[in-house]
């Protein structure tokens, strides 16, 4: 069964430093990694998607990686602001079944 | 703006009442699906439809019913609230079931007391 994980599960940085987002999973065969950005009393929000084929997306000051055979996915976001501060969750697809979410990292940045 | 609409906001009614959550898209997307959020738990799937008038159970279906009418349209219905449905409910849709890029409504917040 496929299990993700984000580690850590919050992370406070100051605000212009470059950081990296964690996300695991357990079954290298996924069709196509997502990650998503949720605001306080909010939905979430798509940031990038990935497809299995892909090494990475990049929007923006967000750029994600995908390594299947390790298992790994990371979000880079660059010269990080206040209004960064969010929870990201990354989300997994395996072709024929439903996205296996994590629990997500809270971030806060600080001016 | 194009998205997903949810109704109500936020909603707080006695166990045993009967609910329908609302939600609307305008993207044309074939696939919609409805998740609740409960902390330390995350997002987990109630149900989801592929196309009007085909549904299909997710993770936690028990006590939720829903219909697909049209592709617009995708209500959740819990016939008789009990308090362990107090949670926020998403609604979200996709071009494609399952693998198609997700996309979320603003979340409806419901209190069963």
């Known amino acids: 069964k496929q299990e993700v994980t984000q580690i850590p599960a919050a992370l406070s940085v100051p605000e212009g430093e470059n950081l990296v987002l964690n996300c695991s999973f357990t079954?290298?065969?996924?069709?196509?990694l997502q990650w998503f950005r949720q605001d306080p009393g909010k939905g979430l929000t798509s940031l990038l998607l990935?497809?299995?084929?892909?090494r990475e997306q990049t929007s923006g000051r967000l750029n994600a990686s995908l390594d299947k055979s390790s298992g790994r996915s990371t979000l880079y976001i660059a010269a990080s602001q206040p209004g960064d501060s969010a929870t990201y969750l990354c989300a997994v697809n395996q072709a024929g079944t439903a996205l296996i979410f994590g629990k997500g990292t809270t971030l806060s940045v600080s001016s | 703006i194009a998205g997903i609409t949810q109704a109500p906001t936020s909603q707080i009614l006695a166990a045993g009442r009967r609910m329908t959550l609302r939600c609307t898209q305008d993207?044309?997307?074939?696939?919609m699906y409805w998740y609740r959020q409960d902390l330390g738990l995350g997002l987990r799937l109630i149900h989801y439809?592929?196309?009007?008038?085909?549904?299909g159970k997710g993770e936690v279906p028990d006590g939720y019913s829903v219909s697909r009418a049209n592709t617009d349209d995708f209500p959740l219905t819990l016939a008789s609230a009990v308090p362990s449905q107090t949670s926020v409910y998403f609604c979200?849709?996709?071009?494609?079931?399952?693998?198609?890029?997700?996309?979320f409504g603003e979340g409806s917040r419901l209190t069963v007391l």
């Open positions: 079954d290298s065969a996924i069709y196509n």
């Open positions: 979200a849709s996709s071009s494609q079931l399952w693998t198609g890029e997700l996309f």
């Open positions: 439809s592929n196309t009007a008038g085909t549904t």
């Open positions: 993207m044309r997307h074939n696939a």
């Open positions: 990935i497809q299995s084929s892909q």
